[in-house]
């Protein structure tokens, strides 16, 4: 049986997740896409807490996509928190933002992001990137092993 592939949207600009799903979709990229709009509720889709308790916990994403300014928790934190945890410290992490901040790259990197992108803001730009992420790490990355 093939193992299902998620990636993890966690972004909570509207627009943007509007934008990453319609590249996705253009590039014809059939995996599920989990979007969640806040660090909390990546947390808890990550961890099968709260309203993701029922969530089957041997499926991880293949990679998260992860906002760095996010309401509730910020992205740096989620970040922080998943390399903390066995299970999810392997678990591929794109951070993206729109900030231009060198302090916010050197963190993510310090804090074990596999990759940096900064959000472009033209539209075309835009699906370009998410149809050049998605075709990387749904397709071409060899994601490690599950830590179950």
């Known amino acids: 049986m093939t193992k299902k592939k998620v990636l993890l949207l966690v972004d909570d600009n509207p627009d943007d997740v509007e934008l990453a799903m319609l590249a996705f979709e253009d590039s014809k990229i059939a ?3 989990v979007v969640a709009r806040d660090g909390a509720e ?14 089957d916990p041997t499926i991880l994403p293949e990679v998260v996509l992860l906002d760095i300014n ?6 740096l934190e989620v ?3 998943l390399r ?3 299970k999810t410290k392997r678990l591929p992490v794109v951070l993206l933002t729109s900030s231009n ?7 993510g990197y310090d804090l074990g992001a596999n990759s940096f992108i900064r959000k472009p803001v033209d539209f075309t730009q835009f699906t370009d990137a998410a149809r050049a992420l998605g075709l990387y790490w ?11």
């Not at 397709?139 to 092993?145: F, K, R, T, Y």
Request: glycine letters at 4%; proline letters at 9%; hydrophobic letters at 40%.
């Open 42 to 55: 990546a947390l808890d889709f990550l961890f099968c807490t709260g309203a993701f308790a029922d969530r």
């Open 79 to 81: 970040l922080r928190r």
């Open 101 to 107: 901040e060198e302090r916010d790259l050197i963190r």
């Open 138 to 148: 749904l397709v071409l990355n060899h994601a490690p092993p599950s830590q179950n």
């Open 31 to 33: 995996n599920e896409i």
């Open 70 to 75: 996010l309401p509730k928790v910020d992205g």
């Open 84 to 86: 903390a945890n066995p």
